[in-house]
């Protein structure tokens, strides 16, 4: 019955990936199929929708004119550290702990 760890952790990093690949929109679908219609699962809920809100808000604001500064990365060395700051919230969310 029980799997071999490396299986697990193989299942485990392609649900990364799948859940990488989803939008906020798209992973509110998700839970509502899982779970049912905001059923369960609520700070992740509420997260996904601050994070549309926000980004609903600079779409607005660009089409003003009035374009916020993004947190685009222009150089290599700040895309590295981007990634490096990506690949710690995601060790440190995987393993339960919270910023």
Do not use: C, F, W
Request: glycine letters at 6%; a positive charge; zero cysteines.
């Amino acid at each position: 019955m029980s799997r071999r760890r490396p299986e697990r952790q193989a299942e485990a990093r392609e649900r990364d990936e799948a859940r990488a690949d989803r939008t906020p929109e798209g992973q509110l679908a998700v839970l509502d199929s899982r779970l049912g219609k905001s059923m369960g699962a609520q700070q992740e809920r509420l997260r996904l929708l601050l994070e549309i809100e926000k980004r609903e808000e600079t779409v607005k604001a660009k089409s003003k004119g009035r374009a916020t500064k993004t947190a685009t990365s222009r150089t290599r060395v700040d895309r590295k550290k981007a990634k490096a700051r990506r690949n710690a919230d995601r060790e440190r969310t995987s393993r339960g702990e919270h910023k």
